[in-house]
């Protein structure tokens, strides 16, 4: 009967304890709540629009850091004037917007609070026209008048607030079963408020673009050019057994939500003056002639299955038919279906001691197995096998000056490891100097704008492309052709020239 009575007691205690949190976070919740700038509803916010503000302030440098600035100040001035455009069409008008465009040939756009908006290079490579750039734009700016960033930052907030509570109050939640709840119950909140701050961005940046002369359906013409090169990367992906992941948001996934998407976009068309809205396409063509695609040359040069780096002053081969991946401080080769992996990193030398002593000291390895001295293309370096997470690997070092590029290759499944173990070794004996006469390898491939001419074909302009991975369908993707459309005489389209030529 004891155990019983305090049983009941203690259940009585709990139930009053969580009364008390919901009491406390339902007035957290209320003093929370701020006016959205778009509705003019009641929208629950932690944070007060001069901290909005000052969290683009603080994390703007960083990204520009980060991806570098694309070193054009026209093609900057350009997106900035189309920018401000949009924005003074907006719903918060009175904010100072800042429009980049970001060194990276990666496919993405994205806003910070307060009207810190970004486009990469790589994007605009495959939009065709100013309005196709306006929806970007358009989309990413409404994110910033709807507070999306602020109020997915609230929702997070207040998700690990309401555990913290109850934690503190309900010793219960502590155990590993309810905390988990929570964060399960976080994460459904926010990817809730993800697909729905993408459909209400679309809608936002399809009225904007309405109000500034542009046709809304430009919103839906850029979904279609992302959508396209997804199903593309995804398929190469595939091939190589590696996991895609391309633009953010809608445009790219959540396809049941194409209805309610179409249905936002026309809705816009009562704010355009469709008669006369402008395309832009001739004109945004001109202005993204002789823009780099592809890897910059700060970065490193990818060509079929070799690597050139002129600032670094070094080449690289690696097996055939293996995918490159090209990161800010890494190399990363995968094998066809993601059986092997080799990746390549450079450190400074600061001893003089030997590639061996290299190993033990800088990468902490006390013993390799079978090692063994390597000497090729005039450079010296060590090699042997280790484990690494419980999977036989190849560490190499290998000597270029007054750095040391360290090599880490192996097999997905261990049984495959000899199979693999040669390419991998073969790969760090390829690095070489790059001579001066060998720096145009290193020059970074270009778009090229021409008039197509009567003979021109995709097939034609892909025998010819220093594109090497699948290179008619890239220049379909391009001109927004794919998956078979045709060139058309007397129209501009977009091809790439080599950095050699």
Known sequence: MKCVNELCSARSKLQSLGRM???????????????????????????????????????????????????????????????????????????????????????????????????????MAYLNSEAELAAVLGHEIGHVTARHGVRQASAAQAANLGYTIGAILVPELRAAPSQQLFNVLGGALLSGYGREHELEADRLGAEYLARTGYKPQAMIDVIGVLKDQATFAEAEAQKQGRDYQGYHGIFATHPDNDTRLQQVV?????????????????????????????????????????????????????????????????????????????????????????????????????????????????LEGYTGLTTMQGRQVRVTVMYLRDKAFIFVGGARESRQFVEFDKDVLETARSLQELAPEQYHLARAHTIEVV???????????????????????????????????????????????????
């Open 21 to 123: 949190v919901g009491a406390l976070l339902f007035l957290g919740l209320l003093t929370a709540c701020a006016q959205n700038p778009v509705t003019g509803g009641r929208d629950f916010v932690m944070l007060s629009e001069n901290q909005e503000l000052e969290i683009g302030r603080q994390y703007h440098p960083q990204l520009v850091e980060q991806y570098g600035l694309y070193p054009d100040e026209a093609l900057q001035a350009y997106v900035q004037e189309l920018g401000e455009r949009l924005a003074a069409a907006s719903h918060r008008d009175h904010l100072v917007y800042r429009f980049t465009v970001l060194d990276s040939p990666v496919i993405n756009a994205f806003a910070l609070p307060g009207g810190y908006i970004y486009i990469t290079r790589g994007l």
């Open 266 to 378: 026309l809705a816009a068309n009562r704010y355009a003056n469709l008669d006369n809205a402008r395309v832009g396409r001739e004109d945004y063509l001109r202005r993204i002639q002789g823009m780099v695609f592809g890897d910059s040359e700060a970065q490193g040069i990818r060509s079929g299955n070799k690597f050139f780096h002129r600032d670094m002053r070094f080449a690289l081969t690696f097996p055939e038919n293996w995918h490159i991946e090209n990161n800010p401080d890494s190399l990363i080769a995968i094998a066809p279906g993601g059986h092997a992996v080799i990746q390549m990193g450079a450190s400074d030398l600061n001893r003089r001691q030997t590639p061996a002593e290299f190993i033990e000291d800088r990468l902490k390895i006390s013993r390799l197995q079978d090692g063994q001295v390597v000497r090729s293309n005039g």
């Open 451 to 501: 008039t197509v001419g009567p003979d021109d074909t995709y097939e034609k302009w892909a025998r010819e492309s220093p594109i090497t991975n699948s290179p008619e369908s890239q220049l379909r993707l391009l001109n927004g052709d794919y998956p078979d459309g045709q060139l058309v005489p007397g129209t501009l389209a977009k091809r790439i020239r080599g950095g050699s030529e």
